[in-house]
């Protein structure tokens, strides 16, 4: 299904891990999402830094070498940052334009999905989001990349974009 473009940022590698399922699964292109100058690795630094995600601080993402107009659907994948979307995506959102395509949108977190979807549906108004989903995942420290939600869940949210 080459109409198909996911697109994700993931700081963790919770958010690629469905990236990579959603694109086998459709057999569609993958795009990641980068920042031009690397978050620290250091989670307590990130912290620091962003939470309070002051709204006049952006970020810089390396260039899209893709043509997005050849894609008719897209799959967004992003990890929550501080209760919305990050800012890696936020970026694409405001720098690529997606107008007409049929988009389904998700959000990783370990349960503080906040404002994502409202994020996604400002950032993307000329869009036809057919369906979100809440990438659940746990909290506990020793299990930060236990999928809360099955498999199953993710194909019938798979299902809205066919």
């Known amino acids: 299904m080459r109409d198909v ?3 994700y940022y993931s700081y963790t590698g ?3 891990k469905i990236a ?9 292109d993958i795009l990641k999402l980068e920042p ?13 830094e962003w939470q309070n995600n002051n709204i006049k601080k952006d970020v810089s993402i390396k260039k899209v ?3 997005l107009a050849k894609y008719k659907k897209i799959v967004l994948i992003t990890c929550t940052w501080w209760y919305g979307i990050s800012p890696i995506m936020k970026r694409f959102l405001k720098d690529y334009d997606l107008s007409g395509k049929d988009i ?8 503080w999905i906040g404002h994502c979807f409202e994020d996604y549906r400002l ?6 989001i057919k369906g979100e989903l809440d990438l659940l995942f746990s909290s506990s420290s020793d299990e ?17 974009l066919m």
């Open 20 to 28: 990579m399922y959603v694109s086998d699964k459709l057999d569609a």
């Open 65 to 67: 070498d893709i043509d």
């Open 14 to 16: 919770n958010s690629e």
């Open 144 to 160: 930060r990349d236990k999928l809360l939600i099955s498999y199953s869940d993710i194909d019938s949210w798979l299902e809205k």
């Open 5 to 7: 473009l996911v697109i």
């Open 104 to 111: 389904l949108v998700a959000a990783s977190n370990a349960g």
């Open 36 to 48: 031009v100058i690397p978050f620290s690795s250091d989670y307590d630094e990130v912290v620091e």
């Open 123 to 128: 950032l993307l108004p000329n869009s036809n």
